[in-house]
């Protein structure tokens, strides 16, 4: 069993003149991550849903090691990222809707080239790269030049590429942002075929429908905090998850308020 801790993350930005104003601030710091924890394992797809602006990019990007906590840290199977970031980055995926792929070249070329940037041998790349493109159906068009596939195969193709390395966890800012229906109900299939091969998967989305889809438990950012974390169908209670969370939100808010 693989899991995923994440414990009290801390996270305050230095912010310009200009966003303090924006954002009506009195100081010139913000606290974008203000004590998120989590705990999530392998077979699991949870989601981070929250507004904008509430914390979930800068949670996300602190759980693939791009910038450090202030406080707090990210355990993964007890391994901690702030102390052996390099350890734990063989361990999980942080997955882009960037297509980070040449158009002059094919599918099969790009697997061969990221094989061996990874030092993967010969023979368990191959093993790999026809496992990988049977199930998720890039056989047929393995061997066509990206510039001639569609959104849909190069988003597929893109996503292979980066699990590669074999990860046990996935992490997805934003899986199906700006992506159009096609090429989002590839990327949620992906998702849901990483969860069939016992990985465990993170989200985050602003999308109550993607959450609702595919997410087993979700936690709900609010100004940098959890304000509810847990199983779909107990956040639901027989509502629509939209539904759900916008009481949430409410009661988050009136407590807010009469707090102050
Ligand atoms: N590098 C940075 N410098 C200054 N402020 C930042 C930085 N990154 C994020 N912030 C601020 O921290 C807060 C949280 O931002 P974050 O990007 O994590 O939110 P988000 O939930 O991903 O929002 P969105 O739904 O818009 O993607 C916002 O107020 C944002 O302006
Ligand atoms: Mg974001």
């Known amino acids: 069993m693989e899991i995923l801790r994440v414990e009290n993350l801390i996270k305050t930005f230095q ?3 200009a966003q303090q104003k924006k954002l009506d601030l009195q100081s010139n710091k913000k606290v974008a991550v203000n004590g998120i924890s ?3 394992r392998s077979g699991e797809i949870f989601g981070i849903l929250g507004p904008n602006g ?11 090691t791009l910038i450090k906590p202030d406080s707090g840290d990210v355990f993964y199977n007890d391994i901690s990222a702030v102390k052996a970031p390099e350890l734990v980055r063989s361990k999980f995926a942080f997955l882009t809707t960037d297509l980070k792929l040449d158009m002059k ?3 099969s070329k790009m697997f061969d080239f990221f094989a061996e940037l990874y030092h993967i ?3 368990a790349a191959l093993k790999r790269k026809e496992e990988l493109f049977e ?3 890039i056989s047929s068009y393995a061997d066509t030049k990206i510039s001639k596939l569609s959104q849909g195969m190069r988003q597929k193709v893109s996503l292979v590429i980066s699990v590669i390395h074999d990860p046990q966890f996935i992490i997805f800012d934003e899986p199906t942002n700006g ?4 090429a989002a109900k590839d990327v949620r299939d992906f998702i849901l075929q990483m ?3 016992g990985k465990c998967v993170i989200i985050s989305t602003h999308l109550f429908d993607l959450v609702e889809r595919v997410c087993d438990r979700a936690a709900m950012i609010i100004d940098g905090k959890i304000v509810v974390n847990d199983t779909l169908e107990n956040l639901k209670q027989g509502k629509s998850l939209e539904d759900a969370f916008y009481e949430f939100y409410l009661s988050y808010q009136s407590k807010e308020q009469g707090g102050k």
């Open 15 to 17: 912010i310009s003149k």
């Open 135 to 137: 199930s998720f159906c």
């Open 179 to 182: 992506l159009d229906i096609i």
């Open 121 to 123: 041998p010969k023979e």
């Open 105 to 107: 070249s094919t599918a």
């Open 195 to 197: 969860k069939e091969e």
């Open 54 to 64: 509430a914390g979930k990019t800068t949670t996300m990007r602190m759980l693939a």
């Open 38 to 40: 989590f705990e999530t």
